[in-house]
């Protein structure tokens, strides 16, 4: 028999580990007649340490409909908690199971690219040449019936000794009964996490690669289009392989080029591709420097003199600010747990270089609402913004939070979405509203904030601020 232990992979399919566990990598690298397997999700108290309420939510669901899965296959999910270098040996011994370890999680692991000097890579350009001229690994295949220890075996086997041998409480295993958030510490999130599970992210994906994908390019910034695919919670849980998400992809570009679609329809497709070499660049960059999680990746010679003012980062946390575009993202964030990628990337400028926040500050915020936080995109997405990451915007980059709402959300549709204040308001007022005075402001909509900051001001601060960490003189 064999133990599967699930960790970022909360699906059946496309499992690479679960492949070779249960025998149903035939005719792949992977054949073997092992099997048949059992499927273990371990609630780890040092990793709960670090969740949030959204996460712990989202994560009930997606292995909510892992179990479902395994259900189907006349099999079972064990539940247990406690440290895995615990419980896992002891699970093991229950089972008499062998134990390895595969790569899954991305289609490149993060050894297998570097420079040609034999360096990780810190430049995405470069990186993507590689990883897209690289030869990428088929799905594999979902395990059988067979494939799996039924569940009647599993019930009996720790039902019979790893449960009922005591010991500390926490170690005890469950065959496919999940707590709840209240069992593990955490309360219902506010925010509406969306669905959970292989079923739901293939759906999600079979629309977009049906219709969206061919104007990605065109339409990914613009955040009321909704023209994204909004996998990454999908992803981050891996309750879709990303091996299946490429393969998909790459069947939707020979199709675009076989067809009447429109001319660039490979190009658009590749953009997307793009977002997916770039979530496996910003995994290696992590796995090669995983002090980036608190420290900066780029080192300022003097180091960032930050303002870190608490009232204002408060503001930026409540969507108060007065800046509709940023208002309106962390509102999305409070009561979608997600944000659009362009919005983010505003809403971080807006924190690092008007509010002069540290980025940690919007990292740890992000954390704890994000139902797609993961911890290398996530630190790649701040440090990008923030000036001090990999391939970041130039420190003298700084995005105007008025103009980027004006360009990418010219109607305020996902502005109105989210800011209620605003919403019986003309487009032309809430991208002046900077410009308003304050009894123009009192009477268009008298419940929405000024803004907290001036940016004109605050820009010219964050220049001096960036220089002065350069050891460069502000004045000049
Ligand atoms: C400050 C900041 C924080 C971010 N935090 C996260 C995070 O915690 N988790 C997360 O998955 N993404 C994060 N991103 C990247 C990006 O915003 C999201 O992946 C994207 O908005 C998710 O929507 P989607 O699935 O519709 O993306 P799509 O545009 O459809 O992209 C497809 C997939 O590619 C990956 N991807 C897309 N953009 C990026 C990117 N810039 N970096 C790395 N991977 C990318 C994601 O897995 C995504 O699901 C962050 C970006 C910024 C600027």
């Given at each position: 028999m064999e133990l599967f232990w699930h960790r970022r992979d909360l699906r059946v399919a496309d499992n690479v580990g679960l492949a070779a566990a249960t025998g149903a990598g035939a005719g792949t690298d992977d054949d073997t007649d092992r099997g048949p397997a059992a499927a273990v999700f371990v609630f780890d108290p040092d990793v709960l340490d670090h969740a949030s309420d959204v996460r712990v939510r989202r994560l009930l669901d997606g292995l909510a409909a892992l179990r479902d899965d395994y259900r189907e296959r006349g099999s079972d999910l064990l539940v247990a908690r406690g440290d895995p270098e615990t419980v896992l040996p002891r699970l093991a011994d229950v089972l008499d199971a062998e134990r390895e370890a595969h790569h899954d999680a991305v289609l490149h692991d993060p050894d297998a690219i570097r420079t040609n000097a034999g360096d990780p890579y810190s430049v995405y350009s470069y990186y993507w040449k590689k990883w897209t001229d690289r030869a990428k690994d088929d799905p594999r295949p979902a395990p059988t019936a067979e494939g799996l220890v039924d569940a009647d075996a599993l019930a009996a086997a720790v039902g019979s000794e790893a449960r009922a041998d005591g010991g500390d409480p926490v170690d005890r295993v469950a065959v496919g009964d999940l707590p709840t958030p209240a069992d593990l510490g955490f309360a219902e999130p506010d925010a509406a996490v969306g669905p959970a599970g292989t079923a739901a992210a293939r759906e999600r994906l079979d629309g977009f690669l049906d219709e969206a994908v061919f104007a990605y390019e065109a339409?990914?910034?613009?955040?009321?289009?909704?023209?994204?695919?909004?996998l990454s919670a999908f992803l981050r849980y891996g309750e879709i392989g990303v091996r299946e998400a490429y393969a998909a992809t790459a069947d939707a570009m020979s199709e675009a080029g076989s067809d009447?679609?429109?001319?660039?329809a490979p190009e658009q497709v590749e953009e997307f591709q793009q977002q997916l070499a770039w979530r496996e660049f910003y995994t290696q960059v992590l796995f090669h420097n995983p002090e980036v999680v608190t420290e900066n990746y780029k080192a300022y010679e003097e180091g960032i003199e930050w303002r870190d003012d608490p009232e204002e980062i408060a503001a930026w946390k409540r969507g108060e600010t007065g800046y509709p575009i940023v208002d309106a993202g962390m509102r999305q964030l409070r009561e979608k747990a997600f944000m659009h990628n362009r919005v983010r990337m505003i809403v971080a400028s807006f924190l690092t270089?008007?509010?002069?926040?540290?980025w940690r500050h919007g990292y740890d915020h992000f954390r704890e609402k994000l139902a797609d936080h993961d911890t290398a995109n996530d630190n790649g997405g701040w440090q990008w913004a923030a000036s001090t990451?990999?391939?970041?915007?130039?420190?003298?980059?700084?995005?105007n939070p008025m103009t980027q709402g004006e360009r990418y959300d010219p109607d305020a549709e996902y502005i109105k979405e989210h800011v209620p204040e605003l919403r019986d308001l003309d487009p032309d007022l809430i991208h002046e509203w900077h410009e308003l005075s304050p009894t123009q402001r009192a009477n268009a909509a008298p419940d929405y904030p000024a803004p907290i900051v001036d940016h004109s001001e605050r820009r010219e601060a964050a220049l001096a601020m960036y220089k002065r960490a350069r050891g460069e003189d502000p004045e000049e």
């Open positions: 339409e990914r910034d613009y955040p009321a289009s909704e023209s994204t695919s909004r009447a679609r429109s001319d660039d270089k008007d509010l002069l926040a540290d990451g990999t391939d970041a915007q130039p420190y003298f980059r700084i995005f």
